[in-house]
Every structure is written in C-alpha cells, then in structure tokens.
C-alpha cells in the first residue's frame, strides 16, 4: 500500500507551479515552490521536523516533554503538529499583531498560547522571545528549538527545500527569490543551489520596517518600525541569517505585499498568505531591471487562509489604507 505512516512523512515535495498572468506580460519565467502546501501549512513545517527529530536523538528531547517555542504563528502550527503526533506538550508565544486564525489554528492542535506585545524590543522581558525564554528555564524537561539562532534551521532546508527545487528545475534555475525571517529557507536552500550552480542569484525580500535591509546595504542595525505583514522581517539580527550567500535584499511595503498576495488568488488560484506577496511583488521588482531573468523560482510559504480576517477583506483593507 502506498501510504504514510504519519502526516509527518508528507512534509515536502511540494509542487513547483509557473505563475502566467501577475507576471503581466513580462517574458520572465516565474515559478512558485507552493511551501503552504505542506501538512500544517507552511514552510515551517520542514524545519521544525528536523530541529524535533535532531532533538530526539541528541537526547535533549525526551517522552512527556514539553516543547516551549517564540513563533510568528507558522512554526508554533508546525511544531504543534509534530507534538500532537509525538505526545509532546507544546507552548508557543505570539506576538499580538499575529492574525486571530493563527492564534485558533495553534490551540485547535492543542498547544498552549501565550500572546505577547508586539511593540516592544527585541530584548525586553515581554517579548516573545524573551517569554518564551522564560517559560522554557521555569518547565522541567522542556525544549527550545529556538528557530532564529538554530543552524539545524539552514541544514533542513539545505538538505530538503534546495535539492528538491534543484531536482523540479532539472538545474535550470537562475534566481531564487526568498523572504527572510529567520533566514533558514533562504539561507539553506539558497547554499545548496549556489553550491550546484554558483551564478544564480539569490535575492532576499524584507518588508520595510524590518532590520535586514539596512544592515545588508550599510553593515548597520536600523532602529525597527512596526508593519503588518506576518512571517517574514525581524527587529533584531538573528543567526540563521546567511548573509554571505545573499547576493540582494529587495525592501516591499505592506500595501504592495497584500494586494500581490490578493491577486494571487484572483488571478492564479493560489491562495497565499502576505508573505507569499511580498515575495512575488518583490521578485517582480527585481525581473524588472534584468534584460533576460531567465527561470526565477519564488518561495509561497503559507496559506491565505490564515489571514481572512485581514488583508483577503476589504474592510480591513480601507481601515488601513490599503484600498
């Protein structure tokens, strides 16, 4: 019988798609590497799997233990997922901004959410990082993937996300578009696919607000400024963060990232999350200047569905100022 034994073996091998009418009309060859197609419905789920199963075998995971983690929502689903299956308890901090569906889709796999203030630093003691932190010290046999800092985070997408776009491109990839967060998808598969072809170019969005940009062009740490796209951009520099197989980091406004993700579902029946629109408009923007852009792959990493209370309503649109 061909089957799975778990959900936990249908993580990966996610399609490859060609966006044919938000390109409009441009002869770019746009593909999108459908990452919300996964289990849980992110990319995350690929590297949560790995940094548990790592865990596992390193013994810092134990039966009955708890898993304590800082998420934007999509690797608390992720690793939610994996818990329920393992037996694990599992608590996941959120910052406030983070959609309602988020926050339901986490408890509705039975983890524990703790919501935190969005508009504090980095280093504060109500951070999410910093309560996540906490929580892990004060729960006795507990474990923190700690996904930003973690280099189990590149190797998963390393050993996954880069061969498998390798493989569906049959190596005629010329551009890996990405949004960086914590920089593992990026900064792994983007090491894997210069390793096998050093002239493609890894290009790296970042919404504006986030830290990233400015470090990336002045080597300085910008002070950070809210925005409302979820899952990607940082206010502080984390370690999983390749910088050195980064070859250009594209800011994209909220605005931009919303409608792109809008059309999307519109135009190419992909119903993808903010993140996905940042990607695409951003790698629109890029394609733009290039006289033959050859095959440009972009990374979807979630799902639309996890945000209808936000940018797929035009209500919330016009509140903001989107519309």
Not at 55 to 78: C, D
């Amino acid at each position: 019988m061909n089957s799975c034994q778990s959900i936990l073996e249908a993580i990966g091998n996610t399609p490859l798609v060609k966006l044919n009418k938000v390109t409009g009309g441009s002869p770019v060859n746009l593909f999108a590497k459908l990452e919300f197609m996964n289990p849980s419905g992110s990319v995350k789920d690929r590297m949560a799997l790995f940094i548990i199963e790592e865990a596992e075998r390193q013994g810092f995971l134990k039966p009955g233990g708890t898993i304590v983690e800082n998420s934007s929502g999509n690797t608390g689903a992720a690793l939610a997922t994996i818990a329920a299956i393992k037996g694990y308890r599992c608590i996941i901090t959120i910052p406030d901004k983070m959609s309602q569906e988020k926050i339901d889709l986490l408890r509705s796999f039975g983890a524990e959410v703790v919501v935190t203030p969005t508009a504090v630093s980095a280093d504060s003691p109500e951070s999410y990082y910093s309560v996540a932190r906490r929580i892990a010290k004060e729960t006795p046999n507990s474990y923190y993937p700690d996904q930003y800092n973690n280099p189990k985070n590149i190797e998963a997408h390393y050993r996954t996300t880069g061969p498998e776009i390798w493989e569906q491109t049959e190596g005629e990839i010329d551009t890996f578009v990405c949004g960086i967060g914590t920089g593992g998808t990026l900064s792994g598969a983007g090491r894997f696919l210069k390793e096998k072809k050093p002239e493609v170019q890894n290009i790296a969005i970042d919404p504006i607000g986030s830290v990233f940009y400015d470090y990336y062009k002045t080597g300085k740490l910008p002070e950070p400024n809210v925005y409302k796209v979820e899952g990607i951009g940082e206010d502080y520099l984390v370690k999983a963060v390749d910088f050195d197989i980064i070859d250009e980091i594209i800011q994209v406004n909220d605005r931009d990232s919303f409608l792109m993700a809008r059309r999307l579902c519109k135009e190419e029946g992909l119903f993808a999350g903010g993140s996905s629109g940042s990607a695409v408009s951003g790698a629109l923007d890029w394609v733009k200047s290039k006289a033959d852009p050859g095959n440009v792959v972009v990374v979807l990493p979630d799902s639309g569905s996890r945000y209808l209370s936000k940018f797929h309503r035009d209500e919330w649109m016009e509140e903001f100022g989107f519309l």
